[in-house]
């Protein structure tokens, strides 16, 4: 899925700034530190505590106020109130008998001919099965974020994108006198051979004309991915304001942004097409189940309103569903992890 020589070229700095932003949640853009806590002993006792990043403090006394106000053994809430005290984004406690054993269980399924995505699957399932047993975290990614085996994930990905093509993403500033972050991954061979920036084609689409008209440019930005790269198979293209729309929006916000042609999607995979016709579908009957049950007795209401998940459901089993392969659906995922992802409300 990831070659091991991947090519990563022609990426320009603000571009890596601008993935940085969208990538990394707002908790710990806002807040770059983050603590890794060393727990030992029984009853358990703070043994390390280091708060690293942004003018990082180090290395901080195991037994001064800081480490012992964290108290053990480590829950949601508390870890929730020590990041908020340590004014960090992350926090991570690990037990120190329970780093041998991850490191242990890593080393058991890990070969060399492994690829990069698998060995990354392989740390995390390790990792996974530690979580509350040993390693803690805030945000609790670890038991939020799966970690399904690699072949079903080889498979969706050979199933989705097709060899000798390319994936792009394009975000434009809100002001289109820029774009704010840009990449095209080109597979070969079943896996992810390379990486390319804008900076690859700037010469055959110019930055400030894509982000000054990207809805007319689109078709030339393909043609010049085709030229320079591969031929794309999926090209999507927004603006910044709409992914903050998605985030922050109800659950059918990206077909009615797709819809209003806020999202440009071309080429599209016939796969991506149906998902979006079904969404679209499944969105309409969600809210349209949702003014039935204002109308119905309360015992039938149960029964309206998961009108459209029985059909979603229905299409995952019968094997309709593109990601069926993967044991869990990303879009539902997405919007469980979203809410880390929510802008700061701005001080008034």
Do not use: C
């Not at 209401?301 to 998940?309: C, H, V």
């Amino acid at each position: 899925m990831l070659a091991r020589d991947v090519l990563v070229s022609g990426f320009d700095p603000r571009h890596w700034a601008g993935w940085i932003d969208l990538i990394v949640p707002p908790p710990l853009r806002d807040r770059p530190r983050w603590a890794l806590v060393v727990v030992d002993g029984t009853p358990a006792r703070v043994v390390k505590l280091i708060i690293a990043g942004d003018r990082a403090r180090g290395a901080l006394d195991p037994a001064g106020p800081a480490a012992q106000s964290l108290a053990l053994p480590p829950t949601a809430a508390g870890l929730e109130a020590a990041a908020r005290r340590w004014n960090v984004g992350a926090v991570i406690v690990l037990e120190a008998r329970a780093l041998a054993t991850v490191a242990a269980d890593v080393e058991r399924h890990l070969t060399v001919e492994l690829d990069l995505a698998a060995q990354g699957l392989a740390a995390l399932r390790a990792l996974k099965a530690r979580s509350g047993h040993g390693v803690w975290s805030h945000p609790p990614l670890l038991d939020l974020v799966p970690a399904p085996p690699y072949e079903p994930l080889q498979r969706t990905f050979d199933l989705l994108i097709p060899d000798d093509s390319a994936v792009s993403v394009y975000v434009i500033a809100d002001d289109r006198r820029a774009i704010v972050a840009a990449g095209t991954a080109i597979k070969r061979k079943g896996d992810i051979a390379q990486v390319s920036g804008h900076q690859a084609i700037a010469d055959l689409v110019s930055e400030a004309a894509l982000a000054r008209d990207w809805p007319a440019m689109t078709k030339r930005l393909n043609l010049a991915i085709g030229e320079r790269l591969a031929r794309p198979s999926l090209t999507v293209v927004l603006e910044r304001a709409t992914i903050d729309r998605l985030i922050t929006g109800p659950s059918d916000t990206f077909t009615r942004e797709y819809g209003a042609r806020r999202i440009l999607i071309d080429p599209a995979p016939a796969w991506l097409i149906g998902l979006i016709g079904g969404a679209t579908v499944a969105a309409v009957a969600q809210r349209g189940a949702s003014a039935l049950a204002s109308l119905l007795p309360t015992a039938a209401r149960e029964r309206a309103t998961n009108l459209a998940g029985r059909a979603r459901t229905a299409m995952k089993d019968a094997g309709a569903h593109p990601f069926a392969l993967l044991g869990f659906d990303p879009i539902h995922l997405w919007l469980t992890i979203r809410h880390y992802y929510r802008p700061r409300p701005t001080a008034a």
